[in-house]
């Protein structure tokens, strides 16, 4: 999961089909030359945020090292933009697309829909596809067919700062009740706040509900349970938190006043993925690596849950350089690369063999984190699964703020999927 999530759920999908042209502006032509020797031109947009990029630009460019006569044509989009970017660029006919593009999990499904995806089964991307993590495979697959390599799995805990808390008399809260007396003490010694909720982030409610024993669907029944009591108590349970000053929040601009909040030591405590960690870490409030904590989300009045997210690798099916698109995306997801970006940014590999790596198995963060995805709730794989955020990106604000119920948010956010669903969707 990244920054902006909640920006991408308001892309319209296009109605056209992916064409045969493709690539980007810079040529792709190629593939192969004689000899069996890769050539041509892959461009890649990737969407890691600002503490990750530059290790993904050197990681990319690395695989022309490994074939001289390809050249790669790196470009950083912002996660925010770039689904929209996408659909526009092929759905255009392809000029201006990039050949491999890293995705939100909940993108490739829609993209597969829509047509604009090269199947990966029986390519290079694939190869050794036994070693991915099953439920990292499980959001690369759409209608039997595999669109996706899977290059980072994660999910959601509650990052804290050790030293306020001790100095609190605190541990770790395990559920909301809890985080709600911790934050009061917090309060009354430090003077900060307990936790800064995202509210600008409809990710930022999954939490809640899956507390609830609730989901946003159910897919099996094909039944809308957003708007169940799971759902309406999971609206309340967010907005308590705020009403009883346990936590702030913020409609605009959430992810950059939540990272200041506890980067700068304004906060205690905030929810966020390893995605965030080197970012956190870059703090002030953190200059001592060791004073962050990562603990399990906290838990509602039916368990805890946090929700499976994860960056994918796809391959544009108009590209022009098909053979060396394939291969760039087996290479960025291999065990080596994967256990590169592991050891720098603290992401979770995605590969079962690569959490044998020492380096990998001796980082804490990992070992958390891939503990908490084992337990983590699957998201609805299907092409209408990044358009679920939007209706809960337009009410979850609205709550946190006062400006509607937990009820009537609940409700509008039902009555949106039942529009949105195509089919017996009840």
Known sequence: MRRGIAATALVAAMALAATACGGDDGGSGGDKKSGGKLSGTV????????????????????????????KVNYVNVPFGEALAKFKNAAGSGGSGAPDVLRTEVAWTQDLANIGYL?????????????????????????????????????????????????????????DWIELKAAAKKIKETTGKTGLYLRGDDAYWYLPFIYGEGGDLLDTGAKQVTIDDEPGVKAFASARDLVTSKAAETDATDGWDNMQNAIKNGDVAMTINGPWAIEDTLAGKAFKDKSNLGVVPVPAGSKGQGAPQGGQNLTVYAGSKNLDASYAFAQYMSSPEVQAKTTEKLSLLPTRTSVYSN???????NVKFFKAAVDKAVERPWIPEGNSLFQAILVQFPNVLTGKTSPEKAAKSAGDAYRKLLKGDWK
């Open 43 to 70: 461009t890649y947009w990737d969407t890691s945020n600002e503490a990750e990029k530059g290790t993904y630009k050197e990681l990319a460019l690395g695989f022309a090292k490994k074939h001289p006569d390809v």
């Open 118 to 174: 090269a199947p990966l089964d029986g390519t290079p991307a694939l190869a050794d596809q036994s070693d991915y993590l099953p439920k990292a495979l499980a959001g690369a697959e759409f209608k039997g067919k595999t669109y996706a390599v899977p290059q980072v799995i994660d999910t959601l805990g509650l990052f804290y700062n050790k030293k306020m808390l001790k100095e609190a008399g605190v541990q770790p809260p395990k």
């Open 358 to 364: 020492k380096s990998v198995a001796a980082n804490p």
